[in-house]
Nanobody, 121 residues
Framework: QVQLVESGGGLVQTGGSLRLSCAASGSIRRINHMGWYRQAPGKQRELVAT???????NYADSVKGRFTISTDNAKNTVYLQMNSLNPEDTAVYYC???????????????WGQGTQVTVSS
């Protein structure tokens, strides 16, 4: 099994910054993909940013130029640097990985428990 633990959420004013972290642990054989998603009240969960094993990234249009996703492969950790935050960024942010565990031998999707980000106007 693979476990994901997120940290770094909180309350920030408009224009401020936050850095989210997500550490993967467990019987990991290989991580193929890591990403951040968010879900605002009354809305569907949406993709924020993803990063593949080759380093290629993908961002939602709404966060391009403001958010940066990165990884520390040695620590199996993914980060999301969020700058120029606005109230529309308020949501629960979830970390997700596509990983192969030692026990399963096949790629599976794993989700973290989520961390709240609140941006005040």
């Amino acid at each position: 099994q693979v476990q994901l633990v997120e940290s770094g959420g909180g309350l920030v004013q408009t224009g401020g910054s936050l850095r989210l972290s997500c550490a993967a642990s467990g019987s990991i054989r290989r991580i193929n993909h890591m990403g951040w998603y968010r879900q605002a009240p009354g809305k569907q969960r949406e993709l924020v940013a993803t990063i593949r094993g080759d380093g290629s990234t993908n961002y939602a249009d709404s966060v391009k130029g403001r958010f940066t996703i990165s990884t520390d492969n040695a620590k199996n950790t993914v980060y999301l640097q969020m700058n120029s935050l606005n109230p529309e960024d308020t949501a629960v942010y979830y970390c997700r990985t596509l990983a192969v565990s030692v026990t399963s031998g096949s790629e599976r999707s794993y989700w973290g428990q989520g961390t709240q980000v609140t941006v005040s106007s």
